[in-house]
Every structure is written in C-alpha cells, then in structure tokens.
C-alpha cells in the first residue's frame, strides 16, 4: 500500500523560503511520478509541481522560477524548495504519486499525502 508523508510546512514571512518534503513507502521501484498539490480555503486543490521518474521537472506558471522539485529515489523522497514566498502561496501542500514512469497529466495522481500547511503572511 502507498504511504505519503509531507513535511516541512510552517510560517514564514512574504520574501522567505520553505522547503517540503514527501517520504513515500509501498513502492518497489523508482519508475513513478511524483507531484505537489496545494489547497487554499474556498478553492480547488491544483497541481502546482511534478516530477516524472528521471527527474524531469514541470511547474505551472504561478511557480516557476521560484518553486524547485526534485527527487531522491535513493531515499524515496520527493521535496520542493519554496523561494519567493508571497501570501498567495498559504495552502496546505499535498504530495502525490501517480505509478506511471512519466508526466501525463495532473488527474492520473491517485496517491496522496495528509498535506502539511504554509502560511505566508507578515
């Protein structure tokens, strides 16, 4: 059975940074994608970042430049460093698996974390 663990979450100051991480057990092998979610009250819970098995990234705009995901197959670990931080990025995070070797679309995760919550504010 897939077991997600997120952490890293906390408050922090708009400008500051963050980093999570996501420990996933049940799983034999590396060929798998990985993703983060976030949640914000009232809203849809969107697909934020995503990994494919070799480590190839994809990010949606509101992200890039500031969000970096990797991955540590070695430790199963999924992490995303959080730069940038402003209030609009108070949610709580979710890690997500979806057991195919390569991105194909946000709907295919079916595997998911408790979440562990960022709040951004001053």
């Known amino acids: 059975q897939v077991q997600l663990v997120e952490s890293g979450g906390g408050s922090v100051q708009p400008g500051g940074s963050l980093r999570l991480s996501c420990v996933a057990s049940?799983?034999?092998?590396?060929?798998?994608?990985m993703a983060w979610f976030r949640q914000s009250p009232g809203k849809e819970r969107e697909g934020i970042a995503g990994?494919?098995?070799?480590?190839?990234?994809s990010y949606v705009d509101s992200v890039k430049r500031r969000f970096t995901i990797s991955r540590d197959n070695a430790k199963n670990t999924l992490y995303l460093q959080m730069n940038s931080l402003k209030p609009e990025d108070s949610a709580i995070y979710y890690c997500?698996?979806?057991?195919?070797?390569?991105?194909?679309?946000?709907?295919?995760?079916?595997?998911w974390g408790q979440g562990t919550q960022v709040t951004v504010s001053s």
């Open positions: 997500a698996v979806d057991l195919f070797p390569t991105l194909r679309g946000w709907r295919h995760f079916n595997y």
């Open positions: 049940g799983i034999t092998h590396s060929d798998y994608c």
């Open positions: 990994i494919d098995s070799d480590g190839s990234p």
